[in-house]
C-alpha cells in the first residue's frame, strides 16, 4: 500500500548557496475571487492568503518549476504532496534560503513515491489520499493524467503546465491564447492533455510558458551563455541574430501558478506565461553578459544549414520568432512578471552559476566546428 511520507528537516538537504540577492523577492500576487484578502506586503515579501486550506499534489515538483511552487503552496499554509519516483532528493535548499525557512519547509512537505506511468498504482495511492488540488508540472501524454482524473473523482482544480511549443508556426506575432495549434508538434501531448480536462468537465487550468529561465534551470537556456562568456569565447549564434523570442522567470511563473488557485476566472482557461519584453538572440547574449558582469560579448554569426552537428544541439533555442502575449495573464488574473529580462538573468546568475553550481558541463565542441570553419572563410 502508498504511504505518504512527512519528511524530516535533516532528511536530505543540499548545503545554502549565500547570496545578497533575495531568495524568492516578489512584488505581492493580488489575490482575487475566494482568496480572503490583499495583503500589504512590503517589497521582497512572498505569500498569498488563500480563503481555505487545501490538500494538494503536485505530480513532479522536485526540480526547477515544482521546487518554487511548492515552497510558495506552503508558506500560504496548503498541505503539499509531491508525485516523484524517488530518484532524486525530495528537497533541496534553495539558493540563498536560510537554513530556518528549508528547515520550516522540509518539515512540512509529504511525498507519495510511485511511477506516474504505473496506472493502477497511481488510481490506488492518490483515490486513498483524496485531494482537492493537482498541480501537473511534469505531464507530457493525456494517458497519464487520465488515471488521476479517474481517481479524484471529487477534485476540485486540475492545474496543467502546458507550454506555448503547442501554436502553429505563424506570420502573425506574438501568440494568443485564441491561435491555432499545431497537432503535430513535439508538445502534441500536452495539446491532448488539454483536450482530454475539457472533454472531462473537470474545473481545469492551463498555463502556457514560452522559455523559462532561473535558478536551477535544468535547460541550457541561460546557462549556454554564461558558460561561453565565462571562459571568454565567442558566442556563435544562427542566422543573422536578430530572431526574436522571450523568456519568463521561473519565480514569476511559480506565482502565476498561485494566482490561479481557487479562482473563478481561471476556471477552464489557458494562460499564456513568460517575461513582458521580447529580445533577440543578439540581445540575449548581450543582456547574459551584463547580467554576470561579463565584457560585450563577440557575436559570430552562421548558416546552420552549412553544418552537420549529428545529434548534438549548437544552440539552445529554435531558429525562428517565438513569442506570445501575456496580456490576457495580466488583464484575467491581475497577474504581473516581476523580473525584467536583465534583472531576472543577474537573479539566475548570483544565485546559480554565478556561485559555480550548473546542470550540464560545457561543451564547445560545436562552436569549433562553426568557428574553424569561420576562419578559414576569412
Not at 31 to 57: D, E, H, M, N, W
Request: glycine share 8%.
Amino acid at each position: 500500500m502508498a504511504r505518504v511520507v512527512a519528511l524530516q528537516q535533516n532528511h536530505l538537504s543540499f548545503s545554502p548557496l549565500a547570496s545578497s540577492v533575495s531568495d524568492f523577492s516578489g512584488t505581492r500576487i493580488q489575490t482575487q475571487l475566494q482568496f480572503k484578502r490583499k495583503l500589504c506586503q512590503p517589497k521582497g515579501s512572498f505569500y498569498v492568503s488563500a480563503s481555505s486550506t487545501k490538500k494538494i499534489l503536485i505530480m513532479g515538483g522536485t526540480r526547477f518549476i515544482g521546487v518554487f511552487l511548492s515552497r510558495l503552496l506552503v508558506k500560504e499554509g496548503h498541505q503539499v504532496t509531491l508525485f516523484t519516483r524517488g530518484k532524486a532528493p525530495v528537497t533541496q535548499q534553495l539558493p540563498g534560503e536560510s537554513d530556518s525557512d528549508y528547515a520550516d519547509f522540509s518539515s512540512k512537505i509529504l511525498h507519495l513515491k510511485g511511477d506516474r506511468k504505473d496506472f493502477e498504482f497511481v488510481k490506488s495511492s492518490l483515490s486513498a489520499e483524496g485531494f482537492n488540488v493537482v498541480y501537473d508540472i511534469n505531464g507530457r501524454e493525456a494517458d497519464e493524467v487520465e488515471p488521476i482524473l479517474d481517481a479524484l473523482p471529487n477534485l476540485e482544480q486540475f492545474i496543467y503546465c502546458s507550454s506555448a511549443g503547442v501554436y502553429l508556426k505563424s506570420d502573425q506575432l506574438p501568440h494568443a491564447e485564441t491561435d491555432a495549434v499545431d497537432p503535430k508538434s513535439r508538445h502534441k501531448g500536452k495539446l491532448e492533455t488539454e483536450s482530454l480536462l475539457q472533454s472531462r468537465g473537470v474545473n481545469w487550468t492551463s498555463i502556457r510558458p514560452v522559455y523559462i529561465y532561473g535558478p536551477l534551470n535544468y535547460n541550457p537556456v541561460e546557462e549556454w551563455f554564461f558558460h561561453r562568456l565565462k571562459a571568454g569565447r565567442p558566442i556563435p549564434i544562427p542566422s543573422s541574430g536578430i530572431q526574436i523570442t522571450q523568456l519568463g522567470h521561473v519565480k514569476d511563473l511559480a506565482k502565476a501558478f498561485v494566482q490561479v488557485l481557487g479562482n473563478d476566472k481561471a476556471s477552464k482557461e489557458v494562460f499564456n506565461i513568460s517575461g513582458d519584453k521580447y529580445v533577440t538572440f543578439d540581445g540575449l547574449a548581450r543582456a547574459c553578459a551584463k547580467a554576470g558582469g561579463f565584457p560585450e560579448p563577440e557575436i559570430i554569426h552562421y548558416n546552420p544549414k552549412e553544418f552537420d552537428f549529428g545529434k548534438k544541439k549548437s544552440f539552445p533555442f529554435r531558429d525562428q520568432h517565438f513569442f506570445a502575449s501575456i496580456d490576457k495573464a495580466k488583464s484575467v488574473l491581475g497577474w504581473e512578471p516581476e523580473f525584467d529580462l536583465v534583472g531576472g538573468l543577474a537573479d539566475s546568475y548570483n544565485l546559480d552559476f554565478g556561485k559555480g553550481t550548473y546542470r550540464k558541463e560545457a561543451d564547445f565542441s560545436t562552436d569549433d566546428i562553426i568557428l574553424g570553419k569561420s576562419l578559414v572563410s576569412v
